[in-house]
């Protein structure tokens, strides 16, 4: 078990420009989340998959936010058209939905920076 | 529907206790507690479901009481590795793994 795992650690890019995060779940996990972190507060929902399919969205969640789980086990979350609102450190979680007490476990994150 | 945590920041001296609260104004179905230390992920401490429980993980544990809708964290004799921000993320579904985190209880342990 080598935890969740996320790719790249940091970037920076100029506004405008399109981004591409990757995550690798625990290997027998078949929940994958996406959240979102700013300075000083929590993690904000994102996303969800099960498997492969997208369970739910956060209304809050720009069109311009896409994410994808193709083949049920790793995930890219994509922001196209990067504006400066969208610094913040993005987090992935992954878990097993066949226990009661499900939980979630987190990767180090993708710090994004938009210049 | 953010859940509120109480107090925003606390300090202590090694050895002293804690009580970290989290109250949501939605049901609940269960309360995650994660610590985070600056520039790492937040790690899991426990989970409660609801039910009234209470949990221990050595000096740490937390309860969960369903009809006020809240849960709070216990941390007994602190120790200089506890130090962190503290979050809860509650969920309000058994159908869905949606959590809703507050916005962090800061932690200090000073020697």
């Known amino acids: 078990d080598t935890g969740v795992s996320q790719n790249p650690r940091h970037k920076i890019t100029k506004r405008g420009q399109n981004v591409t995060f990757r995550c690798d779940p625990i290997s027998e996990h078949n929940r994958l989340y996406w959240y979102r972190q700013t300075l000083g507060q929590g993690p904000e929902f994102l996303t969800y998959f099960q498997n492969e399919a997208q369970l739910e969205k956060s209304r809050l969640l720009s069109d311009r936010f896409s994410a994808e789980r193709p083949k049920g086990s790793f995930s890219t979350l994509e922001i196209q058209r990067t504006e400066q609102g969208d610094s913040a450190m993005y987090l992935c979680?992954?878990?097993?939905?066949?226990?009661?007490?499900?939980?979630?476990?987190f990767g180090p994150g993708t710090r994004l920076l938009v210049l | 529907q953010q859940p509120v945590q109480s107090p925003q920041a606390v300090i202590l001296r090694e050895g002293e206790d804690a009580v970290i609260n989290c109250s949501s104004s939605k049901a609940l179905y269960s309360v995650h507690w994660y610590r985070q230390k600056h520039g790492e992920a937040p790690v899991f401490l426990m989970i409660l479901l609801k039910g009234g429980e209470q949990k221990g993980h050595e000096k740490i544990s937390a309860s969960f009481n369903e009809k006020k809708q809240q849960s709070s964290l216990y941390l007994t004799a602190s120790q200089l590795s506890y130090s962190g921000t503290y979050f809860c993320g509650t969920g309000h579904s058994s159908n869905t793994g949606k959590l809703i985190f507050g916005q962090g209880t800061t932690l200090q342990v000073k020697p």
């Open positions: 979680a992954s878990s097993f939905s066949g226990t009661v007490q499900e939980t979630q476990y």
